[in-house]
T-cell receptor, first 117, second 117 residues
């Protein structure tokens, strides 16, 4: 199947710093990428939908100034957690859908564990 | 109202037995897709099986089959001949407007499956 990578896989940072997470589709072009957040033992909650070359669409309750999303190319989307605080500690997972036709399958990256001290 | 409901927080099964994980969904969109993903402790989301709302037959993928009952709005996952490696969290997900590129997967709360020897 298609491959989606995320970097970094783990990040520990001090409160107040900003953290950038990259999501890349390695063997296909992704017109749309999605960012999810998952707390331990809970479900994946959609944060935002990112379309290449346009502004991201954020879900209700997600601060767009806090979680900056950039989808600069068909293979790369980035999520920047600005001025991170301990409550932002979570597992962040990106997902991508292909360009050709209507691909039903949504491929996920391996996730990034963020710990804010 | 929840779009995806998984009523079983945890399930236990012995090796080589079959197990059914329940999933019901709620949508008024006639065009939708239903997905099951497996999430082991590593956190990666592994795609298992897909069922489209217009598909006439139940989807099957190896040991996984999806018991799709459209009138009841249920999409239960059946795992035959369970293996120890099947122990993981399982998520049911739905995407409405399956023909549209920008719609995201919405997940249920998940079921933790434990397989014992």
């Amino acid at each position: 199947g298609a491959v989606v990578s995320q970097h970094p896989s783990w990040v520990i940072c001090k409160s107040g710093t900003s953290v950038k997470i990259e999501c890349r589709s390695l063997d296909f072009q992704a017109t749309t990428m999605f960012w999810y957040r998952q707390f331990p033992k809970q479900s994946l909650m959609l944060m935002a939908t990112s379309n290449e070359g346009s502004k991201a669409t954020y879900e209700q309750g997600v601060e767009k100034d806090k979680f900056l999303i950039n989808h600069a190319s068909l293979t790369l989307s980035t999520l920047t957690v600005t001025s991170a605080h301990p409550e932002d500690s979570s597992f962040y997972i990106c997902s991508a859908r292909g360009l050709a036709g209507v691909s039903e399958t949504q491929y996920f990256g391996p996730g990034t564990r963020l710990l804010v001290l | 109202a929840q779009k995806i409901t998984q009523t079983q927080p945890g399930m236990f099964v012995q090796e080589k037995e079959a197990v059914t994980l329940d999933c019901t969904y709620d949508t008024s969109d006639p065009s939708y897709g239903l997905f099951w993903y497996k999430q082991p402790s590593s956190g990666e989301m592994i795609f298992l099986i897909y069922q489209g709302s217009y598909d006439q037959q139940n989807a099957t993928e190896g040991r996984y089959s999806l018991n799709f009952q459209k009138a009841r709005k249920s999409a239960n996952l059946v795992i035959s001949a369970s293996q120890l490696g099947d122990s993981a969290m399982y998520f049911c997900a739905m995407r409405e407007g399956i023909r549209q590129a920008g719609t995201a997967l919405i997940f249920g709360k998940g079921t933790t499956l434990s397989v014992s020897s």
